[in-house]
């Protein structure tokens, strides 16, 4: 066990754990922030998916150790209100069938609306490629990710 200082969504945190525990574990289990999900464990499905500055990361894949000193945002740091171009957009096309992907989803979606504000539809495909969902919800993603683009590009 050792002490590890992580900021999340805007909050420093000491987190008292074994060095090699994954990100994600801390996330849920010493913060409580459930809105990351586990899926695969291994970084293939996207469930687990937070913010590194601008970039998309699995949070399964980072030890506490390597992610010490660091700022990440997840699911309930990527708007206050639960507002976001992208969280609305998800509910407006309702996207969410069982939902338990979906967050990842909006995390994969925000990192791309970051790096490309109007994404073509084969920039779209490509950022969530590595994102899995069950419930088969692309083509409804796809048309939130367009929503929300046109959307932040009106604020």
């Known amino acids: ?50 913010h590194d500055g601008k970039e998309a990361l699995r949070s399964c894949q980072l ?13 309930e740091g990527l708007s206050e209100t639960g507002n976001h171009p992208c969280q609305r957009a998800w509910l407006e096309e309702d996207v969410s069938q069982c939902g338990y992907c979906q967050a990842g989803m909006i995390m994969t979606a925000a990192a791309l609306l970051q790096k490309k504000p109007n994404p073509s539809d084969a920039e779209i495909d490509d950022a969530m490629s590595d994102s899995v969902c069950r419930c088969g919800t692309y083509l409804r993603m796809r048309r939130a990710i367009h ?7 009106e604020l």
Not at 4 to 32: C, E, M, Y
Not at 147 to 153: D, G, H, K, L, P
């Open 1 to 50: 066990m050792a002490v590890f200082r992580i900021k999340v969504n805007g909050t420093q945190h000491r987190i008292n754990v074994a060095p090699d525990t994954p990100l994600l574990w801390v996330l849920r289990d010493s913060l409580g922030l459930t809105g990351t999900k586990y899926g695969c464990g291994v970084g293939v499905c996207g469930a687990c998916t937070i």
């Open 63 to 75: 030890a506490i150790a390597d992610a010490s000193g660091k700022s990440f945002v997840t699911i």
């Open 147 to 153: 929503r929300a683009a046109s959307e932040a590009r």
